[in-house]
Nanobody, 123 residues
Framework: QVQLVESVGGSVQAGGSLRLSCAAFGYIYSSFCMGWFRQAPGKEREKVATIGSGGTTNYTDSVNGRFTISQDNAKNTLYLQMNSLKPEDTAMYYC?????????????????WGQGTQVTVSS
């Protein structure tokens, strides 16, 4: 079993930065695909970024160049550095993991989920 625990999010003004972290517990391996998703009120959950077992990263277009996903395998921790935040980045952010070596793009492609953490960006 795998448990994912996100750090507390926060509230920032537009243009600001936040870093989210996700600690993984249990039977999790460096071969897992890890990712961040987000869900705004009234919208579907969407992929933000993923990182595969080989370190390959993938970002949704709206965050490319502003967000960076990374992981520390020694600490079993996933990070999401968010810069140049915009009000449209406001959402609940979720950490996700899946034992497959390749990363899917849909929420259904991920088996394990964190509880979510709120990020609010004001204009």
């Amino acid at each position: 079993q795998v448990q994912l625990v996100e750090s507390v999010g926060g509230s920032v003004q537009a243009g600001g930065s936040l870093r989210l972290s996700c600690a993984a517990f249990g039977y999790i391996y460096s071969s897992f695909c890890m990712g961040w998703f987000r869900q705004a009120p009234g919208k579907e959950r969407e992929k933000v970024a993923t990182i595969g077992s080989g370190g390959t990263t993938n970002y949704t277009d709206s965050v490319n160049g502003r967000f960076t996903i990374s992981q520390d395998n020694a600490k079993n921790t996933l990070y999401l550095q968010m810069n140049s935040l915009k009000p449209e980045d406001t959402a609940m952010y979720y950490c996700a993991a899946d034992p497959r070596w390749y990363c899917g793009t849909q929420p259904t492609d991920f088996r394990y989920w964190g509880q979510g953490t709120q990020v609010t960006v004001s204009s």
